[in-house]
């Protein structure tokens, strides 16, 4: 029986708690096979940098840039699952796979954290400035 059974037939699955996504994501992808998955991205860590936040049961976001995954880490994790990166939001916030399978010709390669990767421009969003450092 499958331990996510209401993963099936998803076309659009988005995560986003600030701290164990990264977690989340790797324990259940082998179920997930939502055509388009979204994660936000720690724009701090940039390509080539392979980071992801410890899993700490409880963990609640400071607002400090102490939080989730770099986009390399979410790159490698996803494609070992089948998603393809394909691009990022402007304000460095969100990073889009696509299953492999429907990639085709369709988006801009090469499909890599280094060549899709935004740097945080939080301001878009309302935030006057960027997370303190921890």
Known sequence: MS???ALKGIDLFSLDIDSNDYHIIDAMSDQLCA??????YNAKHRPPINWY???KSGH???GSDWFGASLT???ELLERKGYILVGCNISGVNAFFVRA???GEK?????TAEN?????????GGHLSGHPTQ
């Open 73 to 75: 880490a979410w790159t």
């Open 101 to 103: 399978d429907l990639v």
């Open 3 to 5: 331990r996510w059974p």
């Open 35 to 40: 055509r388009v998955i979204v994660v936000e």
């Open 60 to 62: 609640i976001w400071d």
């Open 116 to 124: 899709h990767y935004e740097a945080a421009r939080y301001w878009i």
């Open 53 to 55: 936040m410890p899993y």
């Open 107 to 111: 988006f801009l390669a090469p499909f």
